[in-house]
């Protein structure tokens, strides 16, 4: 995904989540890994990324970081 297409889903998740769902948190989960610049444009409009590994290591019982 190109940045400036990153930073439209992100802050369409993060306003999303927190004016349509009333979510607490916003998190923008991924089977890849995600670039530096797109992890520092997720943390600017407040979503949480997770990437594959994590995501693996939450479907096998792990907290995320972010929740815990």
């Known amino acids: 995904m ?35 610049e797109s992890e520092a444009i997720a943390e600017l409009s407040g979503v949480i990324t997770v990437n594959r590994e994590e995501l693996e290591a939450w479907s096998a019982g792990v907290l995320l970081k972010a929740l815990r």
């Open 2 to 36: 190109k940045t400036a297409q990153f930073r439209r889903a992100s802050y369409c998740i993060a306003g999303a989540a927190r004016a349509i769902d009333q979510a607490d948190v916003a998190l923008f989960v991924a089977t890849s890994n995600f670039s530096h």
